[in-house]
């Protein structure tokens, strides 16, 4: 597919933009974080193993809080550097299973960024990969973006498989540069292109109806 010209690039939306709420998949609504999904926040982001490969430790209550409070502002991009923050809903039975970002990384050079954090209690379903693979459609469909990214720890396989899912690829390999719990730790960054979106959601489009 060739790379399209200046010409045929969409404008981008006016800012400031604001989401519809909620995101909807075929299973999960990402609404906006409320004050009243502490204690379903605070049930996974108090874990030792949820914040292992996070900036940042296990949430006593009182961060677990300021986050709530904190989160709850992130609704509207009005900039570069601004970010979106959902609480991720199972719609059949208004269960919050985690949390995903997205961040509106650089306006002029259309990129933005995802990031995810799930309760393990929910694992295997494959929520975090269908509600990241919102994200990526709100960044290229709504907001115009070339380009989209991810990064993780190295250590941090199963964040790695849920990008490959997506069809994300494999770009960087950043090595010790990064000092996390006592320890050098390796970087990886996954990226996606506008036109590989539009690529996946075509073949998509054609399979067969199971």
């Known amino acids: 597919m060739p790379r399209p010209t200046t010409s045929s690039i969409p404008p981008l939306p006016p800012l400031p933009f604001t989401p519809d709420h909620p995101l909807r998949t075929e299973r999960l ?31 006593d209550e009182a961060a677990c809080r300021a986050w709530i409070a904190d989160k709850a502002t992130r609704t509207t991009l009005r900039e570069s550097g601004d970010y979106l923050q959902f609480a991720v809903v199972v719609r059949e039975t208004d269960t919050l299973v985690g949390d995903v970002t997205f961040v509106y990384t650089r306006r002029e050079h259309r990129q933005g960024g995802i990031g995810y954090v799930f309760n393990p209690d929910h694992a295997g379903h494959g929520y975090a990969t269908e509600a990241a693979r919102a994200l990526l459609g709100l960044g290229f469909e709504e907001l115009g973006l070339h380009r989209i990214q991810a990064e993780l720890d190295g250590r941090n396989t199963a964040s790695a498989r849920l990008l490959e899912r997506l069809g994300m690829r494999r770009e960087g390999h950043l090595r010790e540069n990064e000092f996390l719990d006592g320890e050098w730790s390796d970087e990886v960054i996954y990226a996606m292109l506008a036109r590989e979106w539009r690529e996946q959601r075509e073949q998509r489009e054609q399979r067969p109806a199971s």
Not at 51 to 58: I, N, V
């Open 29 to 59: 609504d990402l609404r906006p974080v409320r004050h009243d999904d502490f204690d379903a926040v605070y049930t996974y982001r108090r874990r030792p193993e949820v914040s292992r490969y996070l900036y940042g430790s296990p949430h």
